[in-house]
């Protein structure tokens, strides 16, 4: 069973950066693909990105260039973000899945295993 386990959360200032970490562990790592997820109160869980378990990196049509993924040879993965704005305030939430399939890999149903999220505040 893959554990997840995310980090790096907090209180940002407006138009600041905060780098997220996702750790993998148990089970067989390997050939993770990951995704990460943000849910702001009141909302629906919206797909950030993901990396695919070969390196492949996937946004939403509505990505503007701040947030970056990334990986490692161990599925660890990192979510850089950029220029924070309010609206940016949300759980951040880190997935994973064995199944590589761009369209499964944009929706939280794609994913099996889940990390207990980390909050990120805007402090605009």
């Known amino acids: 069973q893959v554990q997840l386990v995310e980090s790096g959360g907090g209180l940002v200032q407006a138009g600041g950066s905060l780098r997220l970490s996702c750790t993998a562990s148990?089970?067989?790592?390997?050939?993770?693909?990951m995704g990460w997820f943000r849910q702001a109160p009141g909302k629906e869980r919206a797909f950030v990105g993901a990396?695919?378990?070969?390196?492949?990196t996937y946004y939403p049509d509505s990505h503007e260039g701040r947030f970056t993924i990334s990986r490692d040879f161990t599925s660890n993965s990192y979510l850089h973000m950029t220029s924070l704005k309010p609206e940016g305030t949300a759980v951040y939430f880190c997935a994973a899945t064995r199944n590589d399939g761009v369209l499964l890999l944009r929706q939280p149903g794609g994913y099996n295993y889940w990390g207990q999220g980390t909050q990120v505040t805007d402090s605009a």
């Open positions: 148990g089970g067989t790592t390997g050939h993770l693909a």
């Open positions: 990396v695919s378990s070969s390196g492949r």
